[in-house]
C-alpha cells in the first residue's frame, strides 16, 4: 500500500475564493471519509463515501461544501466562497471493511489559511 | 450521545519515564477503540486498535492500550518514552455494526506528549 495522498498540502487563500481538494485513497479501499481538524480539537467528521455514492453528510457541512468520489477512485472536496473560519486542516481517510471491522487509514491533510 | 473524553490537554514527562494517556468513551454498546498519533503538520498513524478478545492490546512503537469495560476506558501506555514520542496522542470510537449506519470515528481532543531529555 502506498498510502493515502493529498493534495495540495498547504493552501491559502482570500474570503470569498473557491478552493477544491484533492484525496486519493489507497488503493482497493472502498470507503472514503473527509474529516476537519481545528486547532487543538481533534478531528471532526465531514461526510463519506462507499465506492461513488456520497452516504452520510456531517450538520458541519454547510451548502458551500461539495464532495464527489467519481467512479469510485480519488475524491475532491470542494469549499465555494471561502471564510476565515473555513482555516483548518482537511483530513481525508479510507478503509476496507471486511465484515464487521474496519480501519481507517488518515493522508498527511491539507492545510487551509483563509485570508 | 456519543463521545470521547481525552482529560489530559498536555502531559510533559522525561525520557525513559513511563506513560499513560487517559481515553473515557460514552457509547450505547461495546464500541471498537483506536489511538492514533499525530505529529506536528501531519496526519493521523494508527497506534492500535480493539475490537474484541483480549482487552489489552499491543501496537507499534511500544504502545499498548488496556480496554476497561466497567471503567469505559481505554488509556494508552508505554513503559519507557523517547524522545521521538513527542506528539499529540488521539482516542477515538466507532460503531460496532455498520448495517446501515455510519463509519465514522468520533474523536477525543487529543493529549499533548511533551518529553523533557
Known amino acids: 500500500d502506498t498510502g493515502v495522498s493529498q493534495n495540495p498540502r498547504h493552501k491559502i487563500t482570500k474570503r470569498g475564493q473557491n478552493v477544491t481538494f484533492r484525496c486519493d485513497p489507497i488503493s482497493e479501499h472502498n470507503r472514503l471519509y473527509w474529516y476537519r481538524q481545528t486547532l487543538g480539537q481533534g478531528p471532526e467528521f465531514l461526510t463519506y463515501?462507499?465506492?461513488?455514492?456520497?452516504?452520510?453528510k456531517s450538520r458541519l457541512l454547510s451548502d458551500r461544501f461539495s464532495a464527489e468520489r467519481p467512479k469510485g477512485s480519488f475524491s475532491t472536496l470542494e469549499i465555494q466562497r471561502t471564510e476565515q473560519g473555513d482555516s483548518a486542516m482537511y483530513l481525508c481517510?479510507?478503509?476496507?471493511?471486511?465484515?464487521?471491522?474496519?480501519?481507517?487509514?488518515f493522508g498527511p491533510g491539507t492545510r487551509l489559511l483563509v485570508l | 450521545a456519543q463521545s470521547v473524553t481525552q482529560p489530559d490537554i498536555h502531559i510533559t514527562v522525561s525520557e525513559g519515564a513511563s506513560l499513560e494517556l487517559r481515553c473515557n468513551y460514552s457509547?450505547?454498546?461495546?464500541?471498537?477503540l483506536f489511538w492514533y498519533v499525530q505529529s506536528p503538520g501531519q496526519g493521523l498513524q494508527l497506534l492500535l486498535k480493539y475490537f474484541s478478545g483480549d482487552t489489552l492490546v499491543q501496537g507499534i512503537k511500544g504502545f499498548e492500550a488496556e480496554f476497561k469495560r466497567s471503567q469505559s476506558s481505554f488509556n494508552l501506555r508505554k513503559p519507557s518514552v523517547h524522545w521521538s514520542d513527542a506528539a499529540e496522542y488521539f482516542c477515538a470510537v466507532g460503531p460496532m455494526d455498520y448495517g446501515g449506519s455510519q463509519g465514522n470515528l468520533i474523536f477525543g481532543k487529543g493529549t499533548k506528549l511533551s518529553v523533557k531529555p
Open positions: 457509547y450505547g454498546a461495546t464500541p471498537y
Open positions: 463515501f462507499q465506492n461513488e455514492a456520497q452516504l452520510e
Open positions: 481517510a479510507s478503509s476496507k471493511r471486511q465484515g464487521r471491522i474496519e480501519t481507517q487509514y
